[in-house]
T-cell receptor
Framework: RKEVEQDPGPFNVPEGATVAFNCTYS??????FFWYRQDCRKEPKLLMS???SGNEDGRFTAQLNRASQYISLLIRDSKLSDSATYLC????????????FGAGTQVVVTP | SAVISQKPSRDICQRGTSLTIQCQVD?????MFWYRQQPGQSLTLIAT?????????ESGFVIDKFPISRPNLTFSTLTVSNMSPEDSSIYLC?????????????FGPGTRLTVT
């Protein structure tokens, strides 16, 4: 079983709509959680950290459910520029150090 | 934030040869890492490049195949030795840098390697 699992998608989303997807992790000792964004043929870039209380950054909302061991990402009012692969990342340590990546969820926003 | 550059950006190599990838950061960082992203897959950590000591390798990766140097706090190299087509991948350098009260991890643009 993979340490971090994601639905690969693609999620085809009309512009302006809302899309949400989850990521499950297997190690209950995981301490830090993040969403990264990776555009085609580019390096991953940090989108947002995920805090226990949930957090929001503009149109993006991240939630953490430790009991069920999953995190979620919700994108409101989708823009064409949101089309990308979203990588779920967890780490066992307080410092970022060794990141464990999911395989990514592809989101395609259509006009 | 940290700005990271990698050389080369891409290369096509013959099997049996070796390629050394360079990673340069614009500021001194303690933690540097090397990842691999094979086609259609996610990133896998190869090793942590430690300044002044040997790199720490993850399961499935060995020093003879992926020797790493870390001569100072702004530079590291990864060598892919005795290459085979299975080594075709994107190799990414990353660093952990302080961002305000917390740490963030930044990635270089990657080196796209094709082994024929």
């Amino acid at each position: 079983r993979k340490e971090v699992e994601q639905d690969p998608g693609p999620f085809n989303v009309p512009e302006g709509a809302t899309v949400a997807f989850n990521c499950t992790y297997s190690n209950s000792a995981s301490q830090s959680f993040f969403w990264y964004r990776q555009d085609c043929r580019k390096e991953p870039k940090l989108l947002m950290s995920v805090y226990s209380s949930g957090n929001e950054d503009g149109r993006f909302t991240a939630q953490l459910n430790r009991a069920s061991q999953y995190i979620s990402l919700l994108i409101r009012d989708s823009k064409l520029s949101d089309s990308a692969t979203y990588l779920c990342v967890v780490t066992l340590t307080d410092s970022w150090g060794k990141l464990q990546f999911g395989a990514g969820t592809q989101v395609v926003v259509t006009p | 934030s940290a700005v990271i550059s990698q050389k080369p950006s891409r290369d096509i190599c013959q099997r049996g040869t070796s390629l050394t990838i360079q990673c340069q950061v614009d500021s001194q960082v303690t933690m540097m890492f090397w990842y691999r992203q094979q086609p259609g897959q996610s990133l896998t950590l190869i090793a942590t490049a430690n300044q002044g000591s040997e790199a720490t390798y993850e399961s499935g990766f060995v020093i003879d195949k992926f020797p790493i140097s870390r001569p100072n706090l702004t530079f590291s190299t990864l060598t892919v030795s005795n290459m085979s087509p299975e080594d075709s991948s994107i190799y990414l350098c990353s660093v952990e840098a302080r961002q305000g009260p917390s740490y963030e991890q930044y990635f270089g643009p990657g080196t796209r390697l094709t082994v024929t």
